[in-house]
């Protein structure tokens, strides 16, 4: 299955929550321009922005723009988090997660936090961490010794990342 999502009512619904919450295992959800709410994805399903990341954005009003409770999930194509969130997305599994192609220049602490993954590492190979020298993080990076992109924790699989901002970020 494929759902739309458009803030302006105008395709199958109105959030992305909404998709999730109707959403079978495998759906891939397909999301127009706008700005949505933050979300929490409970079933393995394809989350992706229809028009990039300078475009599309998930805020995190409550502390995180995406939390992701099971495996299989790919995330693809957004600006994820918000001044006011600490962290972009929040994973508990690992184990086939792909967060791709999305920017975390707004994230006020953390870009991936993926420190309870026990089964696997999350993906998330060409991001932009708000720095051309990649995200902060701990022991495993050795690319980036200023500490300026968005951080990650441990479990995350972070090379190659965008050097420049995907699309307008």
């Given at each position: 299955d494929?759902?739309?999502v458009d803030e302006n009512g105008e395709e199958d619904f109105e959030t992305i929550q909404g998709a999730i919450d109707t959403a079978d295992e495998d759906t891939t959800i397909v999301v127009a321009q706008g700005t949505y709410d933050q979300v929490t994805i409970d079933k393995e399903l394809t989350l992706v922005s229809r028009d990039g990341a300078g475009e599309t954005t998930i805020n995190g009003t409550d502390g995180t723009a995406v939390t992701i409770d099971v495996a299989n999930v790919t995330v693809d194509g957004?600006?994820?988090?918000?001044?006011?969130?600490?962290?972009g997305?929040?994973?508990?599994a690992g184990d086939g997660v792909v967060v791709t192609n999305n920017s975390f220049a707004?994230?006020?602490?953390?870009?991936?936090n993926a420190s309870d993954v026990s089964d696997g590492t999350v993906d998330a190979t060409s991001n932009w961490w708000n720095s051309t020298n990649g995200p902060s993080a701990g022991e495993?990076?050795?690319y980036n010794d200023g500490n300026q992109g968005a951080n990650v924790t441990d479990n995350v699989e972070f090379t190659p990342w965008l050097n420049a901002s995907t699309d307008n970020n």
């Amino acid at each position: 299955d494929t759902f739309v999502v458009d803030e302006n009512g105008e395709e199958d619904f109105e959030t992305i929550q909404g998709a999730i919450d109707t959403a079978d295992e495998d759906t891939t959800i397909v999301v127009a321009q706008g700005t949505y709410d933050q979300v929490t994805i409970d079933k393995e399903l394809t989350l992706v922005s229809r028009d990039g990341a300078g475009e599309t954005t998930i805020n995190g009003t409550d502390g995180t723009a995406v939390t992701i409770d099971v495996a299989n999930v790919t995330v693809d194509g957004f600006t994820l988090g918000s001044q006011s969130a600490d962290t972009g997305v929040d994973a508990d599994a690992g184990d086939g997660v792909v967060v791709t192609n999305n920017s975390f220049a707004n994230v006020a602490e953390t870009g991936i936090n993926a420190s309870d993954v026990s089964d696997g590492t999350v993906d998330a190979t060409s991001n932009w961490w708000n720095s051309t020298n990649g995200p902060s993080a701990g022991e495993e990076n050795t690319y980036n010794d200023g500490n300026q992109g968005a951080n990650v924790t441990d479990n995350v699989e972070f090379t190659p990342w965008l050097n420049a901002s995907t699309d307008n970020n």
